[in-house]
């Protein structure tokens, strides 16, 4: 992966079913549903942290919740929150009814999951919105998490925040490289409902073009593992960014050629191509051939929409929050900075 491309962002400025939802993935979503976008926070708001993905301790998340608190909110930790089952932040039924209790929790105004990893698709049909559709609040994560945001986008027509989490937050923040800093920053500016806007330098892969839809997406290996479930994404009309880690290439030509034969590709306003990081080597003698360029302009041939490489999301330390499901614009220039803005 090319990182000399200079990136940079500017901000200005318990089970239930109570919602009806399809016993299997119908091939539209309801999109006639208004979006919410969740209240903005102020100071004194209360976020809480749960993990309903992957184990983490307290100790931690620690510099998350000293550097939450110097921005003016409280803190709620739950449950889950030095827990441990095997991998997960502890088992299906703790993890299940420690989200629900802070999504249910009315002074809570937002959610981080502490980590990644894996476990939320083990949950997400369990989880009962009815509530949350009342009275929205921010949910924050990524990786695994991106089947929670896939999940609120499709059924619910709910914004939420695709961002770093508690185990990317550095204990000591002002010592931080300014990459790191503007990466965590960009948290609270999203959650306190500044404009967002991304600039990304020049790449000769890109293609150029303007296109404006809602923002959706993700991991790429969470996004397949949703396929065909009622967390699956429907992509017309929409910008997609793209994601992973620790993959094969051969893995991600598959994955991304389930999204064209899917269709996911076809009709898209725009396509970023975030961070494709730790890609595992070939073994011997079966080399796939293709960089991840290659295996992305391949499978969008003849299919006219700008694409942006090296988007500055993803497992890697320029990783900015994004406002799922909110409507964006995106100008990949001819031959300059391409840009992402937020849509007021």
Request: glycine share 10%.
């Given at each position: 992966m090319d990182r000399k491309n200079f990136l940079s962002l500017?901000?200005?400025?318990?089970?239930?079913?109570?919602?009806?939802?399809?016993?299997?993935?119908?091939n539209i979503p309801d999109e006639s549903l208004p979006l919410k976008i969740p209240p903005y926070l102020k100071r004194g708001d209360i976020i809480g942290i749960t993990c309903p993905a992957g184990y983490i301790t307290y100790d931690d998340?620690?510099?998350a919740i000293r550097i939450m608190k110097d921005w003016g909110f409280e803190v709620r930790i739950g449950k889950t929150v030095g827990d441990r089952y095997y991998t997960f932040g502890g088992t299906d039924e703790h993890r299940l009814d420690d989200f629900q209790t802070l999504l249910d929790d009315p002074e809570v105004k937002a959610i981080m999951c502490a980590r990644g990893g894996y476990g939320i698709a083990r949950i997400i049909d369990d989880i009962d919105f009815s509530k949350f559709r009342k009275r929205p609040k921010w949910l924050i994560g990524f990786s695994d998490i991106t089947v929670l945001h896939c999940h609120?986008?499709?059924n619910l027509q709910v914004a939420s925040l695709h961002s770093k989490m508690c185990n990317s937050f550095p204990e000591d923040f002002t010592g931080a490289s300014q990459e790191v800093q503007a990466t965590i920053l960009s948290i609270k500016e999203a959650l306190t409902g500044q404009r967002m806007v991304y600039n990304a330098a020049y790449?000769?892969?890109?293609?150029?073009?303007?296109?404006?839809?809602?923002?959706?997406?993700?991991?790429?290996?969470?996004?397949q593992s949703i396929a065909a479930t009622r967390s699956d994404i429907h992509t017309k009309g929409k910008i997609l960014f793209l994601e992973d880690t620790g993959e094969y290439l051969y893995s991600l030509d598959r994955m991304m050629g389930n999204l064209q034969r899917s269709?996911?590709?076809?009709?898209?306003?725009?396509?970023?191509i975030g961070g494709f990081t730790k890609i595992k080597p070939d073994d011997p003698g079966e080399e796939f051939g293709k960089s991840i360029y290659e295996i992305v302009m391949e499978k969008i041939a003849g299919i006219n929409f700008p694409v942006c490489f090296d988007f500055p999301v993803g497992h890697i330390k320029n990783n900015y929050a994004?406002?799922?499901?909110?409507?964006?614009?995106?100008?990949?220039?001819?031959?300059?900075?391409?840009?992402?803005?937020?849509?007021?």
């Amino acid at each position: 992966m090319d990182r000399k491309n200079f990136l940079s962002l500017v901000c200005t400025a318990g089970a239930g079913a109570a919602i009806p939802l399809p016993s299997k993935a119908s091939n539209i979503p309801d999109e006639s549903l208004p979006l919410k976008i969740p209240p903005y926070l102020k100071r004194g708001d209360i976020i809480g942290i749960t993990c309903p993905a992957g184990y983490i301790t307290y100790d931690d998340i620690l510099p998350a919740i000293r550097i939450m608190k110097d921005w003016g909110f409280e803190v709620r930790i739950g449950k889950t929150v030095g827990d441990r089952y095997y991998t997960f932040g502890g088992t299906d039924e703790h993890r299940l009814d420690d989200f629900q209790t802070l999504l249910d929790d009315p002074e809570v105004k937002a959610i981080m999951c502490a980590r990644g990893g894996y476990g939320i698709a083990r949950i997400i049909d369990d989880i009962d919105f009815s509530k949350f559709r009342k009275r929205p609040k921010w949910l924050i994560g990524f990786s695994d998490i991106t089947v929670l945001h896939c999940h609120l986008d499709r059924n619910l027509q709910v914004a939420s925040l695709h961002s770093k989490m508690c185990n990317s937050f550095p204990e000591d923040f002002t010592g931080a490289s300014q990459e790191v800093q503007a990466t965590i920053l960009s948290i609270k500016e999203a959650l306190t409902g500044q404009r967002m806007v991304y600039n990304a330098a020049y790449n000769e892969q890109n293609r150029p073009g303007k296109g404006r839809g809602k923002l959706i997406g993700g991991n790429l290996s969470m996004l397949q593992s949703i396929a065909a479930t009622r967390s699956d994404i429907h992509t017309k009309g929409k910008i997609l960014f793209l994601e992973d880690t620790g993959e094969y290439l051969y893995s991600l030509d598959r994955m991304m050629g389930n999204l064209q034969r899917s269709g996911k590709l076809d009709q898209l306003a725009g396509l970023l191509i975030g961070g494709f990081t730790k890609i595992k080597p070939d073994d011997p003698g079966e080399e796939f051939g293709k960089s991840i360029y290659e295996i992305v302009m391949e499978k969008i041939a003849g299919i006219n929409f700008p694409v942006c490489f090296d988007f500055p999301v993803g497992h890697i330390k320029n990783n900015y929050a994004l406002k799922c499901g909110i409507i964006h614009e995106l100008n990949v220039a001819e031959n300059g900075d391409s840009s992402l803005v937020e849509i007021r």
